[in-house]
Nanobody, 125 residues
Framework: QVQLVESGGGSVQAGGSLRLSCAAS????????MGWFRQAPGKAREFVAA????????DYADSVKGRFVISRDNAKNTVYLQMNSLKSEDTAVYYC??????????????????WGQGTQVTVSS
């Protein structure tokens, strides 16, 4: 069983930056693809970014491409989401997720087996 704990959320003004972290425990972190998703009030959860088990495969939603950077440190069992040039529409609860069928770094939340509890990001304009 894998446990995921997100941190780093908070409130920031538009144009600012935040870095989210997701610490994993209870499994072999380097065997999992990792993803970040978000859910804004009244909206469905949506894909943000994903990284393969090795870090060699990365995918971003069009809405964050060029502003967000996903990375992972397998030695620290942690995946990161660096968020730059934040916009009010980035306001959401951000979740990290782990997929044990590594190699596909999927955009589909149904492909992920484990989820964190989420961290709130609020961007004010």
């Amino acid at each position: 069983q894998v446990q995921l704990v997100e941190s780093g959320g908070g409130s920031v003004q538009a144009g600012g930056s935040l870095r989210l972290s997701c610490a994993a425990s209870g499994g072999t972190f380097s065997s999992y693809d990792m993803g970040w998703f978000r859910q804004a009030p009244g909206k469905a959860r949506e894909f943000v970014a994903a990284v393969s088990w090795s870090g060699g495969g990365i995918d971003y939603a069009d809405s964050v491409k060029g502003r967000f950077v996903i990375s992972r440190d397998n030695a620290k069992n942690t995946v990161y989401l660096q968020m730059n040039s934040l916009k009010s529409e980035d306001t959401a609860v951000y979740y990290c997720a782990a997929d044990w069928k590594y190699g596909r770094y999927s955009r589909h939340e149904s492909d992920y087996d484990y989820w964190g509890q989420g961290t709130q990001v609020t961007v004010s304009s």
